[in-house]
């Protein structure tokens, strides 16, 4: 089984941080590109930030410049740092990690964490 848990979700004023955290473990292995996405009331789910084994990171156009994705291949983590958050930010973020088994890819999922911007 594998799990994976996100972290480090919360409330926060515009303009605020906040950094997101998860981690991956269980009988997991052949880890590919980990990344968040996110999912706002009444709207499909986003990627916002992804990133390979060797270091090559994606943004959504929404986010660059603002969020910085960072992982540890050695713990399995992933970390999202969001910085100058819009109100249309909040979302539920959901941390994903792909592994690849022979020909093979894999999706797994965490429970999501709550990112609420107001004031």
């Known amino acids: 089984q594998v799990q994976v848990v996100e972290s480090g979700g919360g409330l926060v004023q515009p303009g605020g941080s906040l950094r997101l955290s998860c981690a991956a473990s269980?009988?997991?292995?052949?880890?590919?590109?980990m990344g968040w996405y996110r999912q706002a009331p009444g709207k499909q789910r986003e990627l916002v930030a992804a990133?390979?084994?060797?270091?090559?990171?994606d943004y959504a156009d929404s986010v660059k410049g603002r969020f910085t994705i960072s992982r540890d291949n050695a713990k399995n983590t992933v970390a999202l740092q969001m910085n100058s958050l819009k109100p249309v930010d909040a979302a539920v973020y959901y941390c994903?990690?792909?592994?690849?088994?022979?020909?093979?890819?894999?999706?797994?999922w965490g429970q999501g964490t709550q990112v609420t911007v107001s004031s």
């Open positions: 990133i390979t084994s060797g270091g090559s990171t």
């Open positions: 269980g009988s997991i292995s052949g880890i590919n590109a």
């Open positions: 994903n990690i792909k592994t690849v088994v022979g020909d093979l890819m894999y999706d797994y």
